[in-house]
């Protein structure tokens, strides 16, 4: 993203949170990043256009907050407790913006901005999906859909707590605890051999039909730049082994999961390397 666009998005977010988006006008977001309405209109097609990116810039800031972590351990329950440390702290940070959100029903329902907010969730899901099955392995295969959204409403829990009540909570206390009370939430499944309410076909039905699509395609031309510009060797071949695969009619898991630990071991192709992970919990 373009250093101007960055500046109007920080500006434009604080006066959001300050007044509100609806009384918010364009002029004086313009006036506030000392450029003209014009010059604020090349860069963006309108305040809807405008919240859009703020929406989609500020949630890639958290998943690279969050996937910078994987390097910080090889124990898979360290790397959960300190990604969901950062998931609160980041959406702590933007306190004010999100009660104006929630105060205004701000963001307006555009087919763009559902879209994207549909994608956002299914993220979450395969996040939270790909760390339990990551922590507790294939015996919670079946009851892991069911564990993954009683993960994120525990989440969503502590984060109303520290949003609309200002509480003062510890955020690495509350990723611990929310970590053992998922044991315990496992422990239950597995000593009762209780039945998941929602299954895997369930979850089928909810995700978008064309999210996996979508994200391949996303998935093929960030590979395609990697190999373009990488310098690299083994990043450039690497990329170059994954774009056959993902061209196949049946991508082998087994392949893409060598080549994508490659990715992983370099921060510039970092990020593509999260979303084939994402990608593979998704089919």
């Given at each position: 993203m373009e250093e101007k666009q960055v500046h109007i998005i920080e500006q434009a977010s604080r006066l959001f949170a300050n007044k509100g988006f609806s009384s918010t006008s364009v002029q004086e977001i313009a006036a506030e990043c000392g450029m003209s309405k014009g010059a604020f209109y090349l860069q963006f097609k309108s305040k809807d256009a405008l919240l859009y990116t703020l929406l989609e810039y500020y949630w890639k800031q958290i998943q690279h907050r969050v996937h910078t972590i994987h390097f910080i351990s090889d124990d898979p329950r360290e790397r959960f407790t300190e990604q969901i440390k950062v998931v609160i702290e980041e959406i702590a940070n933007h306190r004010e913006f999100i009660i104006m959100q929630v105060r205004e029903q701000a963001i307006p329902?555009?087919?763009?901005?559902?879209?994207?907010?549909?994608?956002?969730?299914?993220?979450?899901?395969?996040?939270?999906?790909?760390?339990?099955?990551?922590?507790?392995?294939?015996?919670?295969?079946?009851?892991?859909?069911?564990?993954?959204?009683?993960?994120?409403?525990?989440?969503?829990?502590?984060?109303?707590?520290?949003?609309?009540?200002?509480?003062?909570?510890?955020?690495?206390?509350?990723?611990?605890?929310?970590?053992?009370?998922?044991?315990?939430?496992?422990?239950?499944?597995?000593?009762?051999?209780?039945?998941?309410?929602?299954?895997?076909?369930?979850?089928?039905?909810?995700?978008?039909?064309?999210?996996?699509?979508?994200?391949?395609?996303?998935?093929?031309?960030?590979?395609?730049?990697?190999?373009?510009?990488?310098?690299?060797?083994e990043l450039s071949d690497t990329a170059d082994v994954l774009l056959e695969e993902f061209q196949r009619e049946t991508p082998r898991k087994a392949v893409i999961n060598g080549m994508t630990a490659n990715l992983e071991k370099h921060t510039s192709s970092f990020d593509v390397a999260m979303m084939i992970r994402t990608y593979c919990t998704s089919y």
């Open positions: 329902f555009n087919d763009t901005i559902e879209t994207f907010i549909k994608k956002m969730r299914t993220y979450g899901f395969l996040f939270y999906k790909k760390h339990l099955l990551d922590m507790y392995g294939d015996k919670v295969e079946t009851y892991v859909s069911e564990m993954a959204l009683l993960s994120q409403s525990l989440i969503r829990t502590y984060i109303d707590l520290i949003i609309t009540d200002n509480a003062e909570l510890d955020y690495l206390d509350i990723a611990k605890a929310i970590l053992k009370r998922t044991d315990y939430l496992i422990e239950g499944f597995l000593n009762h051999n209780d039945q998941p309410v929602i299954t895997e076909s369930l979850i089928q039905q909810i995700i978008p039909a064309d999210f996996a699509s979508n994200q391949q395609i996303e998935i093929i031309e960030r590979l395609k730049e990697i190999k373009a510009e990488e310098k690299e060797a």
